[in-house]
């Protein structure tokens, strides 16, 4: 069974103590990052004037460094809490990259996570009093891959594995990609990547402007409002599902039906039956409408469950079907006596999952004659 936590790709820096409520998700007020305090995740967007995360950030980038610290404990805490005798098992961790950066940051992506890490953050207790805490956490083994890979991980392995060719498209946040899967794995020549769904959030946020003033909300602020639809102005409602609709039809025709069209071709839609959407940007009914608009009369179309999530998924399954240990003979076998979590660290541009799949270390079977 996969466990999977979500919290909003967002942090800002701030001077503020706070008493209140620590984040749901990650469990604490504040982060310290670097001699600095950080707000993170739903915190950041509740109490934060200007929450905010770079588009597909590199390791070396503070944006990555905090997200990924802030998912390294909750990961920590969740394991902790299902702990019996409190000691945290081995950790092996998959996370990945879009396929435009993968290379450029596979490399030092690897470096940073080798290293054992001792996380500062404030929590508040029941009477308000914040306190400072550590968390040492390490990472046992790691590995990198691409997104995409994740996702057709979390497909062809997960609750409800899909067998045989598909076309499998990722929305993402920062970038779009697609691919045919096959039993093989997924085919290069047919691999694209383009514009994520902030490409529609602008869009809408430049068609609101003309007649609403945003109070100078950060992009990712503007996401929430896109998810939504709409807006509270002067106490009063306003609904802006006719620019959402708008921006979706723009970002569909302009971006992702011309990227299909040049790298899926009609051999590779003879080759499948069926078309799988992923990536939260998957949550937007109106856009998978378009899909099926174009793609219904040749092939299913179909949503991953909570697609949100598929790649944190897939990253926790690659990590239990790739983790092996050495023997004294210098045969790789699974590791059967270490009782073992399988995570998966997805670094979202809107939203970062973690996902757990716990193993009990089996025991030992002694023969009687």
Known sequence: MIKTYSFPSVYES????????????????????????YLVGLKALNEGISPHKSINPAPE?????????AALVVANNALQSESKNGRIPKMVLTTGFPYATYQFNKEEA??????EKVVAYYKV???????????????????IIPELSGCD???????NP?????????????????????????SVRTLFSTHGISYPVNLFAQELSKHTYLSMRTEHQIDHLFTKGFLFVNRKRRDFYKEKQLAL????????????????????????EQLILVGGGANH??????????????MTVTVFDSPEKCAATGYAIYSKLNHTVATREGVFSTDEKEKTAYLGIDIGNANTSVSICMEESKPAQNGSN
Not at 61 to 69: A, C, E, G, S, V
Request: net charge negative; charged share 30%.
């Open 125 to 143: 207790n029941d009477e308000g009093e914040q306190n400072s805490e550590q968390r040492i956490v390490s990472v046992q083994e790691i590995n």
């Open 162 to 186: 899909v067998n045989g060719n598909f076309l499998v498209v990722s929305l993402g946040y920062g970038t779009c990609e697609g691919a045919l899967s096959t039993p093989e794995g997924l």
């Open 14 to 37: 701030t001077l503020r103590d706070f008493t209140t409520s620590n984040d749901p998700i990650l469990g604490f007020s504040k982060l310290k990052f670097d001699g600095a305090d």
């Open 285 to 298: 009914k109106d856009l998978v409408e378009l899909f099926r608009k174009e793609f219904g009369e040749i």
């Open 61 to 69: 980038d503070i944006d990555y460094k905090i997200i990924t610290q």
């Open 249 to 272: 039809e723009m970002y569909y025709n302009n971006v992702i039906s011309p990227a299909i069209r040049r790298y899926i071709s009609d051999q590779d839609f003879e080759s499948c």
């Open 110 to 115: 690897e470096e940073y996570f080798k290293e």
């Open 153 to 159: 991980n979390a497909i062809r392995h997960g609750e």
